[in-house]
């Protein structure tokens, strides 16, 4: 299976991306397993926190191709390699970088950038972008994303990050968004796996209640 079709089939069973930052290695699986198994396939783990590529790997080693593991704020094209050797086949930044974008896509990683501008996205798509990540979706109104699906190409999946809760989902999807990345609502360091679990099945069940 490619990295794309092994993302493709994460997102259709559920299109929710956890962000872990701040995840410790040593917690990284008993998480995971507890969002898993509230459904969700698609998990990140930002470069910032505690030895990052540790989860990373444990993670990856733990899950197979049961559920897709990769990288967030990803901000230089050397830190690809390193994702990648660590089990990690996810790229994904707060920013859009067109040299991070191309070295993930000619390393068969998915690439998901992020934006805030048509112009940003643009830019993103034509360096090779999988999907993008509106950020940070405080500032970015479903009406403002509404305006931008217009334009954007419509087979191209796009996930709002940025202080989503369970009951802030359903504008958003109906002014276009695919999905969501989940942050700190999701997961705080410190929180319990059944914390996590709890947390995951509210935003999955509000999810699929749309």
């Known amino acids: 299976m490619t990295g794309l079709a092994h993302f493709e ?3 259709e069973e559920c299109p929710l991306v956890a962000i872990l930052r701040g995840l410790k290695p040593e917690e990284a699986v008993a998480v995971g397993d507890a969002l898993y198994a509230a459904g969700i396939r698609l998990m ?6 505690p030895d990052p590529l540790d989860s990373i790997a444990r993670l990856a080693r733990h899950f197979g191709t049961r559920a897709m593991v990769g990288a967030g704020t990803v901000l230089q094209s050397g830190d690809v390699a390193r994702v990648r050797d660590a089990g990690g086949r996810m790229i994904i930044s707060p920013n859009s970088n067109p040299q991070v974008i191309r070295t993930a896509v000619q390393m068969d990683l998915i690439s998901c950038p992020g934006y805030f501008t048509p112009s940003e996205a643009f830019a993103a798509l034509e360096a090779g972008a999988h999907l993008l990540k509106l950020f940070p979706a405080e500032a970015a ?5 509404r305006a931008q699906r217009a334009v954007l ?5 796009l996930v709002v990050v940025g202080g989503v809760t369970p009951a802030g989902m359903a504008p958003y999807i109906a002014a276009g968004a695919d999905g969501f990345g989940l942050g700190s609502g999701l997961y705080r360091p410190g929180d319990s796996p059944d914390q996590v679990r709890a947390h995951a099945d509210s935003f999955v069940q509000a999810l699929r209640s749309l």
Do not use: H
Request: charged letters at 15%.
């Open 153 to 157: 190409p419509r087979q191209i999946k």
């Open 141 to 145: 109104s479903p009406a403002m994303l």
């Open 44 to 49: 990140e783990v930002p470069l910032n926190s």
């Open 9 to 11: 089939s994460c997102f």
